[in-house]
């Protein structure tokens, strides 16, 4: 057996530990980042309720103040047509300012029914405004509590991770930059397995048969085999031990 390569194909098998490790992890960490998100965005939700609710509320406060300036606007009115009314000379001057009165009178009637109205609309807005912000509140906290719990429980992995990435990439410089990148392709391709064992004439990878001359060229280990199949770089072990090997 050549010697470099059966260093190579140990190397490789090494690689291979950590890669199913590294691959393990990540996909840990992505599924709790997914949870992550979907907390995020319903806190969003929550928190779109509460604006459209504040600005329902702010609509709602322009219409009152809008309607309390035109009473006042009519009420100066009626104030200024009543001290008139106690100085006009003529009883046509009179009944002319008298109307007046009485339009304007009519005029607030039907601006103070409907600030009523606006302030009964405000009141139900104002409430709409606080049960949102309450059921946000609370529900931000409930987030924060579960994303710090979520970050918690990750932690550890997210350090392993670190440490597998760091030590793969200490191993893989024993190996030749080609067949690094040979590795790192293969891997891509079987979600993250690019090293499989042959036992009995199969691909414990994909589990498809390997073809006998193969398998005995996987075993003479003179030349790095892939998996016809899945392409994963095959090695062999020796399962009796009393062979030495
Ligand atoms: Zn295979």
């Known amino acids: ?35 992550k998100q979907v ?8 928190e779109s309720a509460l604006n459209a609710n504040k600005l329902e509320l702010e609509e709602i406060q322009q219409k009152c103040n809008d309607a309390e300036q035109e009473i006042k606007t009519v009420d100066d009115r009626i104030i200024k047509s009543n001290e008139t ?19 304007n009178k009519k005029r607030k009637d039907a601006l ?18 606080e049960e949102s912000e309450q059921q946000f509140l609370q529900l931000a906290e409930q987030i924060k509590a579960e994303q710090a719990e979520i970050d918690k429980k990750t932690v550890d992995d997210r350090e392993l991770l670190e440490e597998s990435l760091a030590q793969q990439k200490k191993i893989g410089q024993d190996l030749d930059p080609s067949l690094m ?8 391709m079987n979600q993250g397995q690019a090293v ?10 994909c589990f498809m048969n390997v073809p006998p001359q193969l398998c005995i060229e ?9 998996c016809p199949q899945c392409s994963r770089i095959l090695y062999h072990v ?6 030495g090997e």
């Open 238 to 243: 020796n399962d009796d031990p009393l062979s």
């Open 1 to 35: 057996m050549n010697q470099t390569l059966k260093q190579d194909i140990e190397t490789l098998v090494r690689l291979q530990q950590i890669e199913s490790e590294i691959y393990r992890l990540q996909s840990v960490i992505q599924k709790v980042e997914k949870e």
């Open 85 to 103: 009314l106690r100085m006009v000379k003529t009883n046509k001057e009179y009944q002319v300012l008298l109307r007046e009165v009485d339009d």
């Open 196 to 205: 499989a064992q042959v036992r009995n004439e199969s691909c414990m990878g």
């Open 218 to 226: 996987v075993q003479r280990g003179n030349q790095l085999i892939s």
């Open 181 to 188: 990148t040979r590795f790192r392709k293969v891997s891509r």
């Open 112 to 129: 103070e029914n409907q600030l009523l109205e606006f302030y009964d609309q405000k009141e139900a807005a104002q409430i709409r405004v």
């Open 39 to 46: 907390l995020a965005s319903r806190r969003k939700e929550f």
